[in-house]
């Protein structure tokens, strides 16, 4: 009986250790993941306002979407004017609580006139898209 109740013993420790093993990996890698997530959406702010400013020219704004691989397009919005509106799909870092899976988004929004000329400040968002 001592045997038996040792080897249920033994094997209750193993279980709980890969258990243990397996959310410290998984929280390792939810961390790596926040951080290249933050770290992109960083970089992205950044060179829009280094580079979008008022006054950049069509081609520059493109050539910054296409740097950043970010597909966009130039839509008339209501009475606003145009806007250069781009939308990177991606994977974030780990769902929030409320989400279903890691599928985020990177936004990059900027006024421009019907030339593609810059006229407004760039805004850059992003969020997670499977949330409640």
């Not at 770290?39 to 979008?52: C, P, S």
């Not at 988004?105 to 030339?115: K, P, T």
Request: glycine share 10%.
């Amino acid at each position: 009986m001592r045997k038996i109740k040792s080897r249920v013993a033994l094997a209750l420790v193993i279980v709980l250790a890969g258990v243990a093993g397996w959310f410290a990996t998984k929280q390792y890698r939810c961390k790596r993941r926040n951080a290249e997530f933050s770290r992109r959406i960083e970089i992205v702010e950044k060179d829009a306002r280094e580079q979008i400013k008022v006054g950049t020219k069509k081609d520059a704004v493109a050539r910054f979407y296409k740097e950043h691989e970010i597909p966009f397009e130039v839509v008339r919005v209501n009475d606003m004017g145009f806007q250069a509106i781009g939308t990177l799909y991606t994977i974030g870092g780990c769902e929030p609580l409320g989400c279903g899976t890691d599928e985020a988004l990177i936004g990059v929004r900027v006024q421009v006139d019907e030339e593609g000329t810059v006229t407004g400040e760039p805004r850059v968002v992003d969020m997670y898209t499977n949330c409640l």
